[in-house]
């Protein structure tokens, strides 16, 4: 199984200035099975950014698509609203009435704001059938609203993990959108408690985004022996600031022994857009 990872496009005022048509060729002319975006699709929440992400998603040909929320795209109180009409509707998991949560805004008050939706939060699994193998998504929101700092709520958490475990699947990956691993510009405040997730579900690949440049590590948790990948891709066209990497990565023969890791670096330069691609491993 293939995937090409996107993340970070900002669609709104911190969309770059590159050729959305030829990133997009560029794009297709890998063989991914399923095309995923780890969030900030938007760079503010507003309808008119999520009109465009929608528009830029429909020219890419690959049959399957998950993306999962960012913090930009919760920016105002209809982002999550605007995200399941525009970018991806899916099965969202709720707390049950006798839970008790914690994450700040995690319902905004429905006579205040007249939202159809006064949950916030966008977690869900998707289960994809890709040659011939059941591959789990597992999809978490660990973004507040209006706020950049990260945090994932507990009972979601607990909902998904009971769901997991009435399930049958080959390979659990996860996607969010905060970094699990090395937060130290915006703070993921209970990063903590979604690597215990990962370790005690045997998550293997992790991907997520949110700090603009590239970092791909492997973590191993000694004392449960529990290894994982971390793939924190860069941003797949921001306004071109100087610490940003323009990048999107493609991974071959997922959870297979021939895997391997291409990273595709794209710059703007006179008017035209230069690819460079290296393979990592
Ligand atoms: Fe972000």
Known sequence: MNILHLSDLHFGPRHWDGDDDVLIEKINSYPADVVIDT????TDGRECEYVEARKFFDKINCERFVAVIGNHDKRNTVGHELFKEYIYNSQVFYPSAHQRTEKQDLFMD????KLKENFTDVNFLELLTIDRKKILFICIDNNLVRSNHGFVEESILCTIEEKMSEMVYDLPLLLTHYPLLGTDMDLFMNSRR???FVNSKKIEHVFCGHD???RLENTCDLYINHRFDHFMCGTTASANRPRDDNIFLFYENVGDNNFHLYVI???YKDGCLEFKEEKIR
């Open 212 to 214: 603009h440049f590239l």
């Open 39 to 42: 969030g900030d699709t938007t």
């Open 265 to 267: 670096r794209f710059s």
């Open 194 to 196: 979604l690597i215990d």
């Open 110 to 113: 429905r006579k205040i704001t």
